[in-house]
């Protein structure tokens, strides 16, 4: 009687692991349960004189935000993103770990104007995408969109954080 009892409690022991294993398959990684909150805002990208694209955007501008960024997502929409935004200009490095969507990284100065697009940033490299210059900020979007928009360097950004907003 005792040995059914054990083998009893193996099995349901056994049991629960099965389900907690498969529930975890669909669950989001344990780090991106902890994600922070990102206010969402709108910008303008500007291609042109008479094109413009307007972006939903979340916002990254404490250091904890822009640590975080797109890290753990499986999608993003066409015409969303993240704009990360840094206290004063400055010299920036990118990566893409833990990162699973490829991106289009545009590299952003004081003026809104786009000074390097990074297109097709690959997901999960640790390679640092770096901005060549100081800038402001920096719009992660969905890969392809830089030339889908036909966004080149100098092309607008309108933003309040640029002082651009006509």
């Known amino acids: ?61 404490t250091q904890e935000q822009r640590s975080w960024g797109l890290m753990y997502r499986r999608e993003l929409a066409a015409d969303h993103g993240m704009l990360f935004i840094y206290p004063r200009p400055r010299r920036v490095g990118m990566w893409m770990k833990n990162t699973y969507i490829s991106l289009d990284m545009l590299f952003i100065g004081p003026d809104g104007r786009i000074r390097r697009i990074h297109r097709e940033a690959e997901p999960e490299s640790r390679e640092t995408i770096r901005s060549g210059e100081p800038v402001k900020a920096v719009l992660e979007v969905v890969a392809g969109t830089a030339d889908r928009l036909e966004l080149e360097t100098g092309d607008a950004v309108r933003h309040a954080v640029f002082g651009n907003m006509d």
């Open 1 to 61: 009687m005792m040995e059914r009892a054990g083998a009893g409690r193996i099995a349901v022991l056994g049991l629960v692991a099965i389900v907690a294993v498969l529930g975890s398959l669909n669950a989001p990684p344990v780090a991106a349960q902890g994600a922070p909150k990102f206010p969402q805002d709108t910008v303008t990208l500007e291609a042109g004189p008479d094109t413009r694209h307007r972006f939903t955007v979340e916002i990254a501008r």
